[in-house]
């Protein structure tokens, strides 16, 4: 349901190709860009704000404490 994820810490998961390294970030739900059909994430390490698909997000429970960056050589 695309109302309950805006505004949910997420994590990427099972991106492929050019994107596979963003695997394991998180970020927020920023927005729903409807004729994508992808969410806006803002990625809590840059800041910077993606287009993923639903089946690449997996909400996050925050009560778990805080996390880590990944970073790779890009």
């Given at each position: 349901?695309?109302?309950?994820?805006?505004?949910?810490?997420?994590?990427?998961?099972?991106?492929?190709?050019?994107?596979?390294?963003?695997n394991g970030e998180i970020g927020i739900v920023i927005g729903w860009n409807e004729?994508?059909?992808?969410?806006?994430?803002?990625?809590?390490?840059?800041?910077?704000?993606?287009?993923?698909k639903p089946a690449n997000l997996t909400p996050v429970d925050v009560s778990l404490g805080g996390f880590a960056c990944v970073y790779f050589d890009r």
């Amino acid at each position: 349901d695309i109302p309950l994820l805006i505004g949910r810490k997420v994590e990427l998961e099972e991106l492929v190709k050019h994107t596979a390294y963003l695997n394991g970030e998180i970020g927020i739900v920023i927005g729903w860009n409807e004729d994508e059909e992808k969410f806006e994430v803002k990625l809590d390490c840059d800041e910077s704000i993606l287009s993923i698909k639903p089946a690449n997000l997996t909400p996050v429970d925050v009560s778990l404490g805080g996390f880590a960056c990944v970073y790779f050589d890009r």
